[in-house]
């Protein structure tokens, strides 16, 4: 399926929140110009951060996406 699909849908991000952001609860809707592009697992704070399975059209790290909660936040590749 990897070679007849070109890889796999989703591929997980890091999501840099903005430092006053709430943290967003697991299941929360990632969105780039009021499309869903994916949804959050993990969160933590310090620095604010949350974990996210982002749709492959949309895997661009540096991109400024949305919250339906309404926070803002930068997509980061994690460490391999």
């Given at each position: 399926?990897?070679?007849?699909y ?73 460490p391999?």
């Amino acid at each position: 399926r990897m070679d007849t699909y070109g890889g796999p849908p989703r591929r997980l991000f890091l999501l840099e929140l903005e430092p006053s952001a709430p943290l967003p609860a697991p299941g929360t809707r990632v969105l780039q110009d009021g499309t869903e592009i994916g949804r959050t697992g993990s969160a933590a704070h310090d620095p604010s951060c949350a974990l996210a399975l982002i749709a492959k059209k949309a895997w661009s790290p540096g991109l400024a996406v949305e919250l339906a909660d309404g926070a803002r936040a930068v997509m980061r590749e994690l460490p391999r």
